[in-house]
């Protein structure tokens, strides 16, 4: 199994532009996660989906959305990006008592 | 989700073992603790977690205080790569819900 897979694991971006972050994971999971990580700091969630077609609104949406169209994969879309959105984007897939994150994909948006 | 308090930083020698508290006193019944941690520029990973006995397993043994207020995760035999950001979390088990991450305790273990 693969796990928890994201693309691209790089990228940098120009104000204005959109951008999605691919998410897969092999497990059957259910629920799906996205998070963010400034520096220094610790993660918030953005967004979540309890399953394919369900998704919500973590503690920081603005600038983002989701769709969860399959089981398999949860990306992440961000549209009109921003210098406040440079930062590490973790997704993660599994119950809260264990989940488990991909290797993040690290963005810079100037 | 409970409140918790972890020391900022803390450091090891590597081979002893490594304690790291964590305060938790607005606990209630049917909250649980997890632990994660984070080895640099990677993500998260899920340690172990427990809700009122002390739990052991590969990675770690969790002790809880009879009155659940605090715990403390000991990696019996720390070595460099157990050196990262260490996450206490309180929350009710398997909502489905995110976890609430806040900034940990960063562990460096020393040759």
């Known amino acids: 199994n693969a796990g928890v897979t994201q693309t691209p694991k790089f990228r940098i971006l120009k104000i204005g532009q959109s951008m999605t972050l691919q998410c897969a994971q092999d497990m059957n999971h259910n629920y799906m996660y996205w998070y963010r990580q400034d520096p220094g700091m610790g993660l918030k969630l953005i967004y979540y989906s309890v399953g394919a077609g369900i998704t919500d609104k973590g503690e920081v949406p603005n600038g983002y959305n989701v769709s969860r169209s399959t089981t398999e994969d949860f990306p992440l879309r961000l549209e009109l990006a921003a210098p406040s959105q440079t930062s590490v984007y973790f997704c993660?897939?599994?119950?809260?008592?264990?989940?488990?994150f991909g290797p993040g994909t690290r963005l810079t948006v100037l | 989700d409970a409140k918790t308090t972890q020391p900022p930083s803390m450091d090891c020698a590597e081979g002893r073992a490594a304690n790291l508290p964590c305060n938790h006193s607005?606990?209630?019944?049917?909250?649980?603790v997890y632990w994660y941690r984070q080895i640099h520029s990677q993500g998260p990973q899920y340690i172990i977690h427990g809700l009122k006995n002390n739990e052991t397993n590969e990675m770690a043994s969790l002790i809880i205080t009879e009155d659940r207020k605090s715990s403390t995760l000991i990696l019996p035999h720390a070595t460099l790569r157990d050196t990262a950001v260490y996450y206490c979390i309180v929350r009710v088990g398997d909502s489905g819900y995110a976890l609430n991450f806040g900034k940990g305790t960063s562990l460096l273990v020393t040759p």
């Open positions: 993660a897939s599994g119950p809260a008592n264990e989940q488990f």
């Open positions: 607005t606990i209630s019944g049917n909250e649980y």
